[in-house]
């Protein structure tokens, strides 16, 4: 098969990691778009890519098929909305947006012009979490009593100019890496009966909070930080448990004890099986995600728009 064409709308971090990976695989990225000349070249020489200083030139590039965007999550909605209305599919990293308002826009702009879009959650595209979701589903552990999942990096580290510590950019705890953890519940049990939140805000941003998911019968403990570094996952039933040392950040095993005896899973958590599975949607004439469709993106930023509502939390450009 010919390799899936991608046009690169951004060029830092993340689409420097994503495209470390894919063009392992059978992937090129054939333009890249970014707002500094100098990186944007360098970045395009790298991957052996055409340098655009405007958007619809790059995306509009010979030969694309997709449309990656990894530019700070401000400025996502412009940028995919405007590519959809390109007729060109999107995988969008996450979060699509700041606001279900914004995510709205999204879905409604990808309905409207029939165009494929994606929320780029790598989680859902990982033999590891699809294989944890199965277990669940099939009763290995029987019913769910509790679940707790921490998830934190040292981002107060970073530069005060970077994204994650700056409220322009919607940067904090919660955005950037709190929907990880929210996302994973979903899409374990779906929509909770409610949500409790309790963070810390600093400079304009969220440092630190833990959002209590309550469902019928147990409720989902997350926590996340920028202060410090842990990652873990534990899932208790009434008949086992299930355990992920590392839920998230390439995520390898998945520990299942229950009345059987001890199961270890192991697989990949990757950028390369995400846009290889995108890719092979967005062949298949798909216009929605079977693997992140438009309700999970839609209600984990309902989720996350009421965290920021108990925490008082508002940027500025709001």
Same mark, same amino acid.
């Given at each position: 098969?010919?390799?899936?064409?991608? +046009?690169?709308? #951004?060029?830092?971090?993340? +689409?420097?990691?994503?495209?470390?990976?894919?063009?392992?695989?059978?992937?090129?990225?054939?333009?890249?778009? &970014?707002?500094?000349?100098?990186?944007?070249?360098?970045?395009?020489?790298?991957?052996?890519?055409?340098?655009?200083?405007?958007?619809?030139? +790059?995306?509009?590039?010979?030969?694309?098929?997709?449309?990656?965007?990894?530019?700070?999550?401000?400025?996502?909605?412009?940028?995919?909305? !405007? +590519?959809?209305?390109?007729?060109?599919?999107?995988?969008?990293?996450?979060?699509?947006?700041?606001?279900?308002?914004?995510?709205? %826009?999204?879905? #409604?702009?990808?309905? *409207?012009?029939?165009?494929?879009?994606?929320?780029?959650?790598?989680?859902?595209?990982?033999?590891?979490?699809?294989?944890?979701?199965?277990?669940?589903?099939?009763?290995?552990?029987?019913?769910?009593? @509790?679940?707790?999942?921490?998830?934190?990096?040292? &981002?107060?580290?970073?530069?005060?100019?970077?994204?994650?510590?700056?409220?322009?950019?919607?940067?904090?705890?919660?955005?950037?890496? &709190?929907?990880?953890?929210?996302?994973?519940?979903?899409?374990?049990?779906?929509?909770?009966?409610?949500?409790?939140?309790?963070?810390?805000?600093? @400079?304009?941003?969220?440092?630190?909070?833990?959002?209590?998911?309550?469902?019928?019968?147990?409720?989902?403990?997350?926590?996340?930080?920028?202060?410090?570094?842990?990652?873990?996952?534990?899932? *208790?039933?009434?008949?086992?448990?299930?355990?992920?040392?590392?839920?998230?950040?390439?995520?390898?095993?998945?520990?299942?004890?229950?009345?059987?005896?001890? *199961?270890?899973?192991?697989?990949?958590?990757?950028?390369?099986?995400?846009?290889?599975?995108?890719?092979?949607?967005? !062949?298949?004439?798909?216009?929605?995600?079977?693997?992140?469709?438009?309700?999970? %993106? !839609?209600?984990?930023?309902?989720?996350?728009?009421?965290? *920021?509502?108990?925490?008082?939390?508002?940027?500025?450009?709001?």
């Amino acid at each position: 098969m010919t390799p899936f064409n991608w +046009a690169y709308v #951004g060029n830092g971090g993340i +689409a420097e990691s994503t495209a470390r990976q894919i063009v392992k695989g059978n992937h090129r990225i054939v333009s890249v778009y &970014g707002r500094n000349p100098e990186k944007v070249k360098a970045f395009s020489e790298k991957y052996g890519a055409q340098a655009f200083g405007d958007f619809e030139s +790059a995306v509009n590039c010979n030969g694309v098929d997709g449309v990656y965007i990894a530019t700070p999550h401000t400025a996502h909605v412009d940028y995919a909305v !405007r +590519a959809m209305e390109l007729h060109k599919p999107v995988l969008c990293e996450k979060p699509v947006g700041v606001t279900v308002q914004d995510v709205d %826009t999204l879905i #409604g702009t990808a309905k *409207r012009t029939n165009t494929y879009f994606c929320e780029a959650m790598w989680t859902w595209f990982s033999d590891v979490a699809l294989t944890v979701k199965r277990w669940v589903q099939s009763g290995e552990i029987g019913e769910v009593q @509790d679940v707790v999942i921490n998830y934190a990096f040292p &981002g107060m580290l970073l530069p005060k100019t970077s994204r994650v510590r700056m409220p322009e950019t919607a940067g904090g705890a919660l955005l950037d890496i &709190g929907i990880y953890p929210i996302t994973y519940c979903y899409n374990l049990f779906g929509v909770p009966n409610s949500v409790q939140c309790h963070g810390k805000i600093r @400079d304009g941003i969220d440092i630190r909070e833990t959002v209590v998911l309550e469902y019928p019968k147990f409720k989902c403990t997350l926590h996340m930080s920028l202060c410090n570094l842990k990652e873990n996952c534990l899932i *208790r039933g009434t008949k086992g448990s299930i355990s992920l040392p590392v839920f998230f950040h390439m995520a390898s095993k998945a520990i299942l004890k229950n009345e059987s005896g001890k *199961r270890v899973f192991t697989g990949k958590t990757d950028y390369l099986t995400e846009f290889t599975k995108v890719a092979e949607e967005i !062949r298949q004439g798909k216009t929605e995600s079977e693997y992140i469709p438009f309700a999970a %993106t !839609r209600t984990c930023m309902e989720i996350m728009d009421e965290c *920021r509502r108990q925490m008082g939390l508002r940027y500025p450009f709001e």
